[in-house]
Structure formats: C-alpha cells, structure tokens
C-alpha cells in the first residue's frame, strides 16, 4: 500500500492466494481496512494485483481508439435504436454539439445479453472488450466481497443487489477530444457516478480530478492499477458511510485522451434505501428516502439525453436526501 498523488494504492495480491496462510490473511484484512477508510474519505482508490492482464488493458484502450479514429461514416454503423431494451442505448454516441463535454463514447454490456453492436473495425474489437468485461466483472465480485466484510457485512451481500441480467453493467470506451480555446477544458462535468461501483482504466494523458476537501485532486494514470470508487448506490445503502465522491475530466490542449469505464449496476427493480445495520441498528438517523433503482437510473438519464439542463433540472441523488 502506498499514498500517490492522493488516491491510495492497493495491492490485491493476496485475494488471489487459494485458502492463505497467517501472513496472507493478514495482508488481506489490512487491505480490506485500506479500501474501507478510502471509501469513506476519498471514495476512491487505485488496485494493483488486480488478476487483468496489462496486456488486455492496454488492448482495451488502443482498440476503441482506433474505432474512434475512423471516419463518422463508419461509427454510425455502431449506433443503436434509442428505444432499445437498454437503460443508456448500445453502441456509439456522440455528445451533442451544444453539450459543454466533448467527448464520444462507445457503450459495451454483458456480452451473453446480446444487446451489443460492435465495430468491425479494427479487427478483433470484440474479442478484447468482452474478455476485458469478463475480467472486470471478476474484480467487481471481489470489491464487493472486500466491502462487505469491511462494512461487517455478511459474504455475497451485495451481489443479492448486483448478480442479476437487468443490473446492465456496462462498459463505456470514452474519447475526450484535446481541449480548444473556443471549446474550452470541460471532459465531463463534474458529477457522482450513480451506480454501485466504477472502475477505470486509463491512457497515460491524465485529467481526472475527484474533489477531496474543497480541492480537486488529480487521479493521474499510474501504469499496472485500476482506480476504483463508490457510486451512488452504495452510498444509499450504507448511509453515507462510504462516499460517491464528485469528479470531472478535464481536456488538455493537443492531446486526445481514451479511458475505459466499467460500471457495476444493481438490479433495476432493487429497493434502495440504507440499510439497518447503519442506520437503526446503530442509531443513526436516515440519510435518504427509499427508491426503486430504475425510477433513479430514468432521472439521470434525463440529465443526459434532454440537454440542456438548468441546474435545478439536474437530478442526483440528493433527490432523495432527507
Ligand atoms: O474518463 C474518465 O476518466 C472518467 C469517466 C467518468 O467519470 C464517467 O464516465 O462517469
Ligand atoms: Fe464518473
């Protein structure tokens, strides 16, 4: 474990250790406080160890830029039917060109739901994504295991909330174009992610920022790590005692930057609200009003697809904050 720039520095190695010995079990459990303390500080930390190969990573990364590369012509092959059985649709997306981001993104679900369209070009897009799905998956079972039992949580409980088909986890390939002086710096506004989980892979440009204190502080690209935060969801449900914090991407001037976004959902018929174990069980007041997931993810979509939103039509979670 080691401080870098801010963000902590995890090394999940000893999960992937079959049973463990004495030492193996204690470098977990010291890993499990790490992620929980960062998770009610920062709300984000970075993974090492964390069982993707580098070479998938990197894979990941340099396929969707090169999709992005080609001419429009050939990504609107990829866009898919607004009304489709998806939350955010499949497939390519541009931003509006009234929109204050500018980026384009490709959105990836669990490939065995056959939602997907994928370019065919480059060559083998498909194979990596959904391998790299398979893999990040993988890692979320085990985050979710680590909150778990460092929240004092009973194994599998929060897959109860997010091993379901209509959970739509998904992977967005983003493209941030470089920034302009008529365009301005913005990558994405700042914003809480609003599912249960995030995770991130990055090229090496840099420009995501998460507000810590008052202060932005840079979550630079550390080659071999994952960053990792909280969403929304799990913010709901633990009562505020692990944090959604509040992060944007800023552009930088020349450089056109590519991330890979994997967004771990929970069921969409789910009941959030916290959990007794944070709230009555400890004599804690409630933070928020309980909500169906789905009617939470239709809010935000809003904010997405109906711009441009007034800052009073821009829904987050403090909808429901009592
Ligand atoms: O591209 C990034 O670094 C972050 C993306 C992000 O925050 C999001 O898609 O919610
Ligand atoms: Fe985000």
Redesign the pocket.
Known sequence: MAAAKGLLTVDLAPFFIGDGDEVTRAARASAIETIVEACRTYGFFRVVNHGVPGELVSRSLELPAAFFALPDEEKAKVVADPDGATPIPAGYFRLPSHSPENAE?LLIYQPHLGHNLYPANPHKFREALDECHKKLAKLGILVQEILAEGMGLPPGFFQEYTDSDSSFHFL?A?H?FPATEEGGTV??SK?E?GRAL?F?L?DNVG??EVLKDGEWVP?EPIDGTI?VNIGDLIQVLTNKKLKSAT???VRKPGMH?H?L?Y?LSIDADKWIEPLPEFTDKVSEPLSYRGFRHKEYAELRNRNKFHPPATPKEFYNINYYAI
Request: glycine residues 10%; charged residues 15%.
């Open positions: 993104y967005a983003l941030y990558g994405l914003h992610d995030t991130l990055q420009g995501l979550a960053i992060h944007r991407v930057r991330s976004v967004f």
